[in-house]
């Protein structure tokens, strides 16, 4: 069984910044990618960024400049820093990864955290 836990969502004001972490455990023989995805009320869930393991990243257009994805694939955590958060960030961030827990590579979700900017 492989679980993702997020953590440091939260309530932030205009211009500031978060650190969101996600942590895999469980079975778990190897990583391909990691990554968050954010779903606002009414609207689809869409990617924010993925890192995979060879350290290449992506970014959806509205991340690029104020968001940083980094991973630490040993500890099997990815982390998000969000920085100059708007209140079109305001959503539920989920984590997101593809793992191969000895069947195959896999996706896995997160419960979510809240990021909520307002002021």
């Known amino acids: 069984q492989v679980q993702l836990v997020e953590s440091g969502g939260g309530l932030v004001q205009p211009g500031g910044s978060l650190r969101l972490s996600c942590v895999a455990s469980?079975?778990?023989?190897?990583?391909?990618?990691m990554g968050w995805y954010r779903q606002a009320p009414g609207k689809q869930r869409e990617l924010v960024a993925d890192?995979?393991?060879?350290?290449?990243?992506r970014y959806a257009d509205f991340a690029k400049g104020r968001f940083t994805i980094s991973r630490d694939f040993a500890n099997k955590t990815v982390y998000l820093q969000s920085n100059s958060l708007k209140p079109e960030d305001t959503a539920v961030y989920y984590c997101?990864?593809?793992?191969?827990?000895?069947?195959?590579?896999?996706?896995?979700w997160g419960q979510g955290t809240q990021v909520t900017v307002s002021s």
């Open positions: 469980g079975n778990i023989f190897s990583i391909y990618a």
């Open positions: 997101h990864s593809q793992i191969d827990s000895g069947i195959g590579y896999r996706n896995y």
């Open positions: 890192i995979i393991d060879s350290g290449s990243s």
